[in-house]
T-cell receptor, first 119, second 111 residues
Framework: GAVVSQHPSWVICKSGTSVKIECRSL??????MFWYRQFPKQSLMLMATSNEGSKATYEQGVEKDKFLINHASLTLSTLTVTSAHPEDSSFYIC???????????????FGPGTRLTVL | DAKTTQPNSMESNEEEPVHLPCNHS???????IHWYRQLPSQGPEYVIHGLTSNVNNRMASLAIAEDRKSSTLILHRATLRDAAVYYCILRDDNYGQNFVFGPGTRLSVLP
């Protein structure tokens, strides 16, 4: 089956620093990748949608200058949390969809998540 | 996307069947019914999906009402590893858009 990985799986950083999270589709090419955030005891909330080679589309209320998304290739998207603060501490999850016409196009495959703790 | 309604939580005994209900009275003709589950501290995992007919796979069965306004995810023999939050999500698969997650049903499995 299609596999999505995330790196790192957890990270602790100091307030004011920036953190980069990678999302990779390991055995398929992903036109579109999605970034979600999940606070404790809550459901996943979509932050942004990124398409390879173009700017990400952010959901309402998500600061695009704070959460920088780059989708430079069909197998890699990165989320950078800039000037992180304790309220940014959360579980960040990415997912990926395959190319149109691909058997995996209509499915989304989720990464294992990255737990960010900002001190 | 049409909304779904699920019970907040359910309990089951180990090795017994579990029926997880989902109501989606405003489903449109092109919406697929997807089920994902999320184990603690992990990303969501695909369980099953369908459009009109009942579906079976190695993980579960999906029973879809004839009017498609509700569906039921069936775990035939619950194990402790099935304890998770189960999400019922509608999506028009013709457009390959993101999934909109509701609160889901937290399933507890008792030994």
């Amino acid at each position: 089956g299609a596999v999505v990985s995330q790196h790192p799986s957890w990270v602790i950083c100091k307030s004011g620093t920036s953190v980069k999270i990678e999302c990779r589709s390991l055995d398929f090419q992903a036109t579109t990748m999605f970034w979600y955030r999940q606070f404790p005891k809550q459901s996943l909330m979509l932050m942004a949608t990124s398409n390879e080679g173009s700017k990400a589309t952010y959901e309402q209320g998500v600061e695009k200058d704070k959460f920088l998304i780059n989708h430079a290739s069909l197998t890699l998207s990165t989320l950078t949390v800039t000037s992180a603060h304790p309220e940014d501490s959360s579980f960040y999850i990415c997912s990926a969809s395959g190319l149109a016409g691909d058997p995996v196009y209509n499915e989304q495959f989720f990464g294992p998540g990255t737990r960010l703790t900002v001190l | 996307d049409a909304k779904t309604t699920q019970p907040n939580s359910m309990e089951s005994n180990e090795e017994e069947p579990v029926h997880l209900p989902c109501n989606h009275s405003t489903i449109s003709g092109t919406d697929y019914i997807h089920w994902y589950r999320q184990l603690p501290s992990q990303g969501p995992e695909y369980v099953i999906h369908g459009l009109t007919s009942n579906v079976n796979n190695r993980m579960a069965s999906l029973a879809i009402a004839e009017d498609r306004k509700s569906s039921t995810l069936i775990l035939h023999r619950a194990t402790l590893r099935d304890a998770a939050v189960y999400y019922c999500i509608l999506r028009d698969d013709n457009y390959g858009q993101n999934f909109v997650f509701g609160p889901g049903t937290r399933l507890s499995v008792l030994p």
